[in-house]
């Protein structure tokens, strides 16, 4: 049975997190794995939450200290580590937990069909409402029905079909072969913003064979993981903005040649413009200065977002 490494990025505020998402992991019915851990500057402690691990376990968690680098830099960290002897990448954030199945169904699948990129669905509560799974793909895009128990299927249109709405996609659901892990990394400057959906395209670009299965790989944690505790009113969200704009804009050099594609990218840049924009305006109705240093950085590489700001202020005067 060829070798998988579970890569899971830690930083939490909470006792038991990490090692309910490792629970999850040793209850898989493969057990062809190894571990790491890559601790981004935890608030809470690592060695704390990994002290009540059976000796067994434990000594399968290699642990990976590092000064903070966001979510993409510290699995970047475990892309790195991964052995010479893995076949296989497996994300797992480390407030979700993994379905029993969820390896074996991706190391089947991928070792039956020849693919290098797969994706499980995944399941939430009512917060997460918006991601939804693969059998829903079947009744509006064109799918390639491969096996049916699990159901997994295979996009013609992947690419384009990703970028219309990747509310189907989860790091937590996504396992790669070597020849990606080997090459593609996370974009780890543009932290809580577009880096997870940079890395998809990437990998979907690179693939030999990009495959998708309906059985839910993984349950959702619901927020208690802090990388994404993020709202228009936070002083970073103008930053996590821009940065998702700057991937965006990376990702349009990738589909030059695909107008479809480039119409989808231009719109989620246009939202990415009026969401910085309202939040600033959020700014001044609460009596705070807005943000003019990140404004100016923005301007500096993207003018068009002077233009958004004259449309919304023409459309507010308008109503």
Known sequence: MAKLTVIIPFYQKEAGILRRALDSVFRQTFQGFDIVVVDDESPYSIDLELEPLEPERRARVRVIKQKNGGPGGARNTGLDAIPADSAFAAFLDSDDEWTPDHLQNAYDAMTRFGADCYWASIHGGDDFYYHFGMAELKKTETAIELQDK???????????????????????CMVIGRPLFEKIRFEAELRLAAEDVLFFCDCVLAAKRVILCDAAGAERGEGINIFHSIDSSSPTFLQQQLNTWVALNTLER????????????????????????????????????????????WFRRDPGIVQSALALAVGKFSR
């Open 150 to 172: 699990p159901m997994v299927i295979e996009l013609p249109e992947m690419p384009v079909v990703m970028l219309k709405n990747w509310s189907f996609l989860h790091l937590s």
């Open 254 to 297: 990738r589909f030059v040649n695909r107008p479809e594609a480039l119409a989808y990218i231009q719109q989620y840049k246009q939202t990415a413009r009026n969401n910085a924009l309202w939040c600033q305006m959020g700014r001044v109705k609460r009596r705070q200065v807005p943000q003019f240093n990140v404004l100016f950085r």
